[in-house]
């Protein structure tokens, strides 16, 4: 059932381009149908497969003479990021409401985008994971070059280019693997299987690891990031935080430690400290929890301030990755869903929310428009879904980040020690952006109340509540009650782990 | 010599030179006075109809080839097969776009010259001889090089061609003069005896001629798949020569080169080849050392390689410059023959390197038309090739936009389209051949270049889809254009999401192993 979530979205992705025209509420309506489905399927799968282990959903030979499946199979994991494709899908079609340019292409576009991420989180052959991957690429380049903001052509080349070059990366990789395998099948399990050697795994895992890497956001090849988040309107740059960064991460837990866990093993000698790719790519995530939240902190732009807190965030996301323990591995899967929740809120408030009424983002021009009076509605979802951002207990961030921080103190506690700086940072960039934005302490002149009230904002469209609050409940339902998720997830990771460590 | 075995063998090519004849007779004899429209469309059917039948005679052949004596001139069924259908496959695309073309008023003349280039491509991708090479290889270019001047009010394909033609005519005396050196090393025009005679004459000692011979093959062969150093007419020759002849250039002549280049590898690898089969018998019965490969068994991948990454390397970098659309094909074609020599370079015995070569051969060759046939109705439009000109294609054209963004995301090598597939089957194979750190190294070079190309082929997707335009008045295709481009589309997708179903007809034509 899982895999007409794809279906759909592709079909819906052709319906859309093809409709008329002149009518951008037919296609909006569409969208939103589509992708209401989508999560539909996607919560009723999970509802039925709670806790369920690892089941293969088509399997039909593709490219027999190369062994390529067209294999769709879905684990703890896979459910999980589905289950937030879907949300993320729904709410970026409620925040994109006010698209009136070349509408059906928008979200023709934002649909295929849609159905390649599905099929990547639900992919079990190596090379049908590649394929929706790299569909993923395309329509991120339109939707930012077409209807973005700030510098777009340069930030959606910049994009599209960086990940172009790290699935370059992943396909040299993935070529390696499958000839010293033996050419025979390029399923996920047979590879996994296939008994690569160590000499081989050590210098491929990096090269996969880094190239998917570079669509998590890894310090340092982060800054097609920000970038790209700023000038993206508003639903893709929900996407790209919300689910397309986690293409990386997941690519990076699936297909760099899953096939490649000798990878991970030590060098036999160590280098400035560092003894093994663990070490090298750990270092790095924490490098990057500080460093994208100390940026964050200096911003003068609302929306690069998200932009880095993502940075920071997805970190996390990598460092759990390479505690390669259950409860850090948990930690990071939890902390995919719970950054692709709170992000893509974060992005819809400073993009549609407030940026599609103030026509600013800079904190110097905010300012002085006093929006806690005047749009109460965005100041109270900012302050929800900061104090989500910052990790206070209650929200989904909170226990995923206390997960990887745990399990990477039993790694090395060194590194919880100094991503503990970049929570604590987190705070402040986070309570600094809500100060600036919405809550400057000066009182509104006479002569400003005028002109307020002359240019009166428009009112907070029903699209914008419900997708603040699918997201907001999200996160809540999550923080409160964690093992909604986890009781899918630690299967999962501990298959993956027993997999990798035999 | 059989003249009823030598004519069931190139049926093919006489269905061709009839429907050649009947074409000028057609248009010279009685529609003199008809209009233009249905002269051409006339031409363009005859032709269409011609090689259907060829693609008849092709099957009908079977694969039985010709020899005289001994001697094979003729290959029939394995490459040579799928090249010829793709020849004519493609040829009869070409042939749909002159429909709506206005760059001449004799397009009875232009539909002959076509078919005539076309046999010419046929009986390369099945030759055997040295003569027999030379032959097809001379009407296959002469046909080119009046195709390329046929806009006799352009002045820009007067110059192409007279470019083309004299790079053209200089790499076919180097091509005679390599192929003069074999017949005098092994005194025999035969390819296998040559190469047999070349493996006899190296046991006592390699004879330098023998290596000079090579590259001059190399350099000949090398022009016509527009391979660095030997490229410059390529982006001169694209952009004067009428789109429909560029097309032809870029996707037929292509086939036929590499159909040709195809059979001198395996003539090649023929030899040891067959003593790697036999020492797998003789190894059971005594521990005798490997037979030693003579030097030229190496120096032609070395060759070939040499001219893979030079073109690879030159193509890409030179496309990211241009500002006319027809340049930046030139160049892309450049590149796209680097990937593909790099699949000649590592040439195996068995038949997977010759399919992925000709797989991708065949889908670039199929994408490319498409390409030009999207210029050509957008020059008609606007005058210009430049990449301005394609500003605001979406809404001028939506259908040519859409078909322009399906075919340059697959020459860029996005999945699903077929041009991914092409690359993936290509570069396993080279690793299939050797996974040595030098094949590694040269595919993930092809790789990271592909990233590169993605950039240039943005370049014209991003003025169709993303920048304003100036002009918004909508661009009129003729339906019969309109429909081909939109059916070579739809083929770059549906073969890219059933990847299968153009491997499986490739292998058809081989014996089973």
New interface residues.
Partial sequence: MLAWSIYISFAGALVAALLPKGKPAAARWWALAVAVAGLAIAIADYATHMGAGREVIVDVPWVPSMGVHFLLAADGISRVLVLLTGIAAVAGVLFSWNVELRTNQFFAFYLALIGGVYGVFLSGDLFLLFVFYEIAIVPKYFLISIWGSTRREYAAMKLVLYSFVGSAMVLIGLLAAYTTAGSHSTTLAALAHAGLPVSFQMWCFPLVFVGFAILAGMWPFHTWAPTGHVAAPTAASMLLAGVVMKLGAYGCLRVGIGLFPHGLDPWGFSFIGLGSWRDVFAWLAVIGIVYGALVALVQTDFKFVIGYSSVSHMGFVLLGLMTLNQIGLDGAVLQMFSHGVIAGLLFAIVGRVVYDRTHTRQFSELEPMHLSRRLPFAAWAFVFAGVASMGLPGFSGFVAELQVLVGAWQANPWWTIVSGIGIIVGVAYIWRAMQKAFFADTLPSAHELESEHAHKFDPITWPEIAGVALLGISTLVVGLYPRILLDSIEPAVKALLAGGAQ | MNYAALFRATLPETALEIAALLVLVADLGFLRKAALEIRAAVAALIGVAGCAAAVWGVYAAGWAGFSAGSDQLLAAGGSAGVAQVAILVLTALTLLLLIDTDFTRNAGEYVAVVLMAAAGGLIISAAQDLLVIFTGLELLSLGLYILTAFAKKSEKSAEAALKYYLFGAMSAAFLLFGFSYLYGLSGYTSLPRVILGAYMASATGASPLLFIALVMIAAGLGFKIAAVPFHLWAPDTYEGAPAPAAAFIASVSKVASFALLLSISYAILWFPGMLHMAGHVTVKFSTSPAPVTPGFVTAWPLILMLLSVASMVFGNLAALAQSSVRRLLAYSAIAHAGYILLGLAFFSWSNLSAQAVLYYILTYGLTTIGAFGVVGVVERATGSDRLDAFLGL?KRSPVLA?VLLVLF?SLAG???LVG??AK??L??AV??VS?GPIP?AL??LA??F??VS??YY?QVL?RA???PANDESPIHAHPVTLAVLIAIAAAVLVLGCF??LL??WI?SFYPAM
């Fill in positions: 979406h859409a995301l996005i999945p699903p991914f597939w993936f089957n570069f396993a690793l299939g996974a590694f595919v993930a790789i990271a592909s990233a993605l950039y943005l991003k889809y993303v920048m990847p299968a491997q499986s292998a």
